[in-house]
Nanobody, 121 residues
């Protein structure tokens, strides 16, 4: 049984930073591409970024780079999303996902529970 358990998130002021983590179990993490998506209020789920399993190649959605950075630790089965210079429009529920693709949400088979990030003063 595959599980993706997210942690981090919360309330942060504009310009602040926040880190999210996602621990995977039940899959071969070292051979799985991991992605991050977000869904703001009344918005479509949006690609944030991904990191491939084969060569740690990074993919980012429009406007994410360089404020957002993704990394992974295969020894801990964990993928990270570091966010900085946060803006109110970054407010969303953030999801980690495991799959075989990069930008396309349909190429991800498993999803985390989601974690709320609110950027507000």
């Amino acid at each position: 049984q595959v599980q993706l358990v997210q942690s981090g998130g919360g309330l942060v002021q504009p310009g602040g930073s926040l880190n999210l983590s996602c621990v995977a179990s039940g899959l071969t993490f070292s051979r799985t591409t991991m992605g991050w998506f977000r869904q703001g209020p009344e918005k479509e789920r949006e690609f944030v970024g991904a990191i491939s399993w084969s060569d740690n190649r990074l993919f980012y959605g429009d406007s994410m780079k360089p404020r957002f950075a993704i990394s992974r630790d295969n020894a801990k089965n964990t993928v990270y999303l570091q966010m900085s210079s946060l803006k109110p429009e970054d407010t969303a529920v953030y999801y980690c996902a495991a799959g075989s693709g990069a930008y396309n949400r349909n190429s991800y088979d498993y999803w985390g529970q989601g974690t709320q990030v609110t950027v507000s003063s």
